[in-house]
């Protein structure tokens, strides 16, 4: 008996011997595999959900698939931004309010005072409205940060009295209308069929990606060589290189497998002069075009964190702000450039949002800044600073807005959709804390 007790404990002392290994020399982000667990479980839970009490499950679907990346871009861009401002030991409570107010203005702009001077369907009138949309949203996210470091506010309270004085603001621009209809190429930011590239794109973008995975991999075994880092073992990175590929390829092929509404094909066809066959015809969706703005977005603030002295400073306040003044590290020049960057990326998140609704209203933006708070959270950004990663924001996007698809699809009204994401939020950061407390 005490053999085989031994021989157990031997067996299971290997297996996690083994694990430990794989971890170690593939360097995979723990926190990061268990985001990605919860996302599939959610994915899955909601699917035989409803296959078993609806009788069928429409979760795992291309069509539900596809609409759901598009619904966590707007959210997805503001998390990217809301990671540096946790991390700084900052909170925005604004950003709902400062999107709805850079969507009014855009549509505006591009409504009432463009055609104007322009004409009616100018080609520059989409360009415009982005530029004034991410610029207004930079100055009133740089106003935020020089409240916040030169006069000394809290943020919580700047940010909170944001959120009011904005969507005020943006009742008084608009009167309290809806401004519609924005300009048809400003529309195609949102998605949609004619909002999206294309089967052909989206094997070009998955092309590209794949090189990219490649060249990440071959680019770090030269850093270390360079550095005189001990390298990853030939299979781990060929492990890496294929789950990355793969997961590249699916995101193809998942997105592709969605087609157009017969509706919208028949009258392009009629535009184009196809013969339609009896069998149908075929357009695939591809890569919506806020999903490709997201991801742009994403590889642009990674770069910026991990590569840049910007990004250095940034994890050098959240460490330890007085230790970075007393390095030389203007403090309060960097909170201003990170609310202003914050800023600006709710603006572009404006231009994504009031594209996909076709027009600008006051509401637009209402109670996204739980959303985007939560998202960074549950992706791993630390409320106590100096802890996050961009990636691990837009998958906390992804985890979010998964939940709420989710629940509309099986049923659940608001006020149940409400208590489980504010559950979630607190369930993040009491597993954050478990994390931090067990890694020391």
């Excluded at 959120?163 to 949102?190: C, K, Q, Y």
């Excluded at 066959?277 to 603030?301: D, K, N, Q, Y």
């Amino acid at each position: 008996m005490t053999d085989q007790t031994t021989d157990t404990e031997t067996k299971s002392a290997e297996k996690a011997g083994l694990v430990s290994r794989f971890f170690k020399e593939t360097e995979l982000d723990t926190r990061l595999l268990g985001m990605i667990g919860a996302l599939a479980l959610i994915w899955t839970g909601f699917h035989f959900y409803g296959a078993i009490f609806n009788g069928f499950g429409a979760f795992l679907t291309p069509r539900n698939l596809w609409n759901l990346s598009v619904q966590t871009a707007s959210i997805g861009i503001m998390a990217t931004g809301m990671v540096l401002v946790i991390i700084t030991r900052n909170i925005d409570l604004s950003v709902g309010s400062v999107l709805g107010f850079c969507a009014i203005v855009m549509g505006v702009v591009q409504v009432y005072i463009l055609p104007q001077y322009l004409g009616l369907g100018h080609p520059m009138i989409w360009v415009i409205a982005v530029v004034v949309g991410v610029i207004c949203g930079a100055f009133i996210g740089a106003f935020h940060g020089f409240l916040i470091a030169y006069g000394s506010i809290p943020a919580f309270i700047v940010t909170l009295g944001g959120l009011l004085v904005w969507r005020g603001a943006a009742f008084l621009v608009a009167r309290g209308e809806t401004i519609s209809p924005v300009d048809p190429t400003f529309a195609l930011m949102g998605g949609g069929p004619y909002g999206a590239i294309g089967a052909t794109g989206s094997w070009i973008v998955g092309i590209l990606g794949c090189a990219a995975v490649l060249g990440m991999i071959a680019l770090g075994r030269r850093n270390r060589r360079v550095f005189h880092i001990e390298q990853r073992p030939v299979w781990a990175e060929t492990f890496l290189a294929i789950v990355g590929c793969g997961a590249v390829i699916g995101a193809v092929l998942l997105v592709n497998a969605y087609p157009w509404p017969r509706g919208i094909v028949k009258r392009y066809a009629e535009q184009e002069g196809i013969t339609v066959p009896e069998t149908g015809l075929f357009i695939s969706h591809g890569f919506a075009i806020p999903v490709l703005i997201l991801i742009g977005v994403a590889i642009f603030m990674t770069i910026l964190m991990s590569r840049t002295r910007f990004g250095r400073y940034v994890y050098a306040i959240g460490g330890n702000p007085e230790a970075a003044a007393l390095a030389g590290i203007n403090t309060r020049m960097m909170t201003v450039k990170i609310f202003a960057l914050m800023g600006a990326l709710t603006g572009l998140s404006a231009v994504v949002a009031s594209a996909r609704l076709g027009s600008a209203t006051n509401a637009l933006g209402t109670l996204d800044e739980l959303y985007v708070i939560a998202a960074a959270v549950i992706g791993g950004t630390s409320l106590s600073g100096g802890v996050g990663t961009i990636y691990g924001a837009v998958l906390g996007a992804l985890v979010m807005q998964s939940l709420q698809t989710g629940m509309v699809l099986i049923g659940f009204d608001a006020a149940i959709q409400q208590i489980v994401v504010g559950s979630v939020l607190v369930l993040a950061v009491y597993l954050d804390i478990l994390y931090r407390r067990n890694s020391k």
